[in-house]
């Protein structure tokens, strides 16, 4: 009963930190700040009903099993959201069977927090990007395409893929990741200041 009275604190100032402090101050999303939140308490409460029962620590890993493959069907979350969504249930995981020494827990879930932190920090890949873009030319030939978005992006391009070439409609789609020049600072102050 002490890891747990321990543990429920760490686990809603850990899931505050997440969600409140990292999550919605980058993302904005105020729907998806309420599905972690939810999931977490959710996952947290099952996982103390079932370790104190004695259900076992194989039973808390076929929940975590089951809850990870839950997908928002009426609305896209990007990639950077799953992660947070693992991270939630992990907490909530984590918390709720409160494993071995009673720190453990603790340490766990500050480790995670602190991980998300530092692993999304917009800094860190201040000047990289990922975009569709439509050309409003049909490119049949693929080296063709690697210039003309370094002229359209004025960018370093990284890495593309034609997604959708149509000869009819004259359009070719491509997935591009490229990196902003250094040149261009007004353009990385205001995504700092949008993504910090």
Do not use: C
């Not at 429920?8 to 409140?20: E, K, M, N």
């Not at 101050?25 to 999931?39: G, I, K």
């Amino acid at each position: 009963m002490l890891g747990l009275g321990l543990s429920l604190p760490v686990d809603l100032i850990a899931i505050g930190l997440l969600a409140y402090g990292i999550y919605f101050r980058r993302y904005h999303r105020r729907d998806l700040l309420l599905a972690y939140v939810a999931l977490n308490v959710g996952v947290l409460a099952v996982t103390a009903m079932l370790a104190g029962s004695g259900a076992g620590v194989g039973l808390g890993l076929g929940l975590f099993g089951i809850l990870s493959i839950i997908r928002l069907r009426s609305d896209s979350i990007t990639q950077e959201e799953v992660a947070y969504y693992f991270i939630a249930l992990a907490l909530g995981l984590v918390n709720g069977l409160h494993p071995g020494p009673i720190w453990i827990a603790p340490l766990l879930s500050f480790l995670l927090v602190g991980l998300m932190y530092v692993v999304d920090h917009p800094r860190l890949t201040l000047r990289s990007r990922r975009q569709k873009v439509v050309l409003d030319r049909a490119y049949p030939d693929v080296q063709a395409i690697g210039p003309v978005l370094e002229r359209l992006l004025h960018a370093d391009i990284r890495y593309f893929v034609v997604l959708d070439l149509d000869l009819v409609t004259d359009t070719t789609v491509v997935d591009v990741r490229y990196r902003t020049r250094a040149d261009r600072p007004a353009e990385v102050r205001a995504f700092q200041r949008y993504a910090s």
